[in-house]
């Protein structure tokens, strides 16, 4: 049965047809709507890593905010 896989998305289990996406998933991902769509890359300096929160990936969003953030807290107009 283990052939294609099943779809990266979180917490979805459905089957593979494309881009490691279910068929529900991928017409996201071609929406734009899913994190590792092709655009929607994180805005560090030569980094082209899937973003995580906002327009940062986890990497450089770990970074910015530390691990306070997990606590839930929404960063509020972070110094630009
Ligand atoms: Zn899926
Ligand atoms: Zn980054």
Redesign the pocket.
């Known amino acids: 049965m283990a052939n294609k896989g099943a779809?990266k998305?979180t917490d979805?289990n459905?089957e593979v047809i494309a881009k490691g996406?279910?068929r529900?998933?991928y017409r996201l991902w071609k929406a734009g709507e899913m994190p590792k769509s092709r655009y929607k890359i994180c805005t560090g300096e030569n980094c082209r890593k899937p973003r995580f929160k906002g327009s940062l990936c986890e990497g450089h969003w770990t970074t910015a905010h530390g691990k306070a953030a997990e606590a839930g807290a929404a960063p509020a107009q972070a110094s630009a």
């Open positions: 779809c998305a979805c459905h996406y279910c529900k998933h």
